[in-house]
T-cell receptor, first 113, second 113 residues
Framework: GAGVSQSPSNKVTEKGKDVELRCDPI?????LYWYRQSLGQGLEFLIY????????KSGLPSDRFSAERTGGSVSTLTIQRTQQEDSAVYLC???????????FGSGTQLSVL | KQEVTQIPAALSVPEGENLVLNCSFT??????LQWFRQDPGKGLTSLLL?????REQTSGRLNASLDKSSGRSTLYIAASQPGDSATYLC????????????FGTGTLLAVQP
């Protein structure tokens, strides 16, 4: 597609449930990032994929968070046993290579009740 | 650890004024710096990307400068318009192996008609 696509745009879940958030990067972009933006907070880095290299997972806040990128394209961010503090907007971005401009999706608003 | 600060946190100006947004970072070993705008409920839109070897970049009414040695960047907006109202974020890409972007907390700009 023309831009980075994220789904769902909104997700409401109950505490303790697992959720999966999807990101379709711009075609041909080898770098993919996940960020989290909590209300009134800055963007928090979560994880970074570059081509076939091992992902940089240094920003994942706990072992309940994991992410995959299949076939070097679509990525899924999974949060297990969700907690209320996981409520935030989850943003995905991609770039052409490691040093290029980042293009962001519109995000997934996650609400954990 | 790289830290990015943006001042002011909020700014309100009348339409037509020129304005400057500030961004500072603690570690000058950066690969590049990007300015973004974020509209309410939306993702981020890249405005300008300055490589570490560059001093400034211009796009239309926007001009971004970079002084890497002092850890500062400015975003100059000429002849502001109500449509410029948004949150402006700067982000530095670390020069190390991680390649992640570290974001500031943003400046909320309101341009009054």
């Amino acid at each position: 597609g023309a831009g980075v696509s994220q789904s769902p745009s909104n997700k409401v879940t109950e505490k303790g449930k697992d959720v999966e958030l999807r990101c379709d990067p711009i075609s041909g972009h080898t770098a993919l990032y996940w960020y989290r933006q909590s209300l009134g907070q800055g963007l928090e880095f979560l994880i970074y994929f570059q081509g076939n290299s091992a992902p940089d997972k240094s920003g994942l806040p706990s072992d309940r968070f994991s992410a995959e990128r299949t076939g070097g394209s679509v990525s899924t961010l999974t949060i297990q046993r969700t907690q209320q503090e996981d409520s935030a907007v989850y943003l995905c971005a991609s770039s052409l290579g490691t040093g290029g401009k980042l293009f962001f999706g519109s995000g997934t608003q996650l609400s954990v009740l | 650890k790289q830290e990015v600060t943006q001042i002011p946190a909020a700014l309100s100006v009348p339409e037509g004024e020129n304005l400057v947004l500030n961004c500072s970072f603690t570690d000058s070993a950066i690969y590049n710096l990007q300015w973004f705008r974020q509209d309410p409920g939306k993702g981020l839109t890249s405005l300008l990307l300055i490589q570490s070897s560059q001093r400034e970049q211009t796009s239309g009414r926007l001009n971004a400068s970079l002084d890497k040695s002092s850890g500062r960047s400015t975003l100059y907006i000429a002849a502001s318009q109500p449509g410029d109202s948004a949150t402006y974020l700067c982000a530095v890409r670390d020069g190390g192996a991680t390649n992640k972007l570290i974001f500031g907390t943003g400046t909320l700009l309101a341009v009054q008609p």
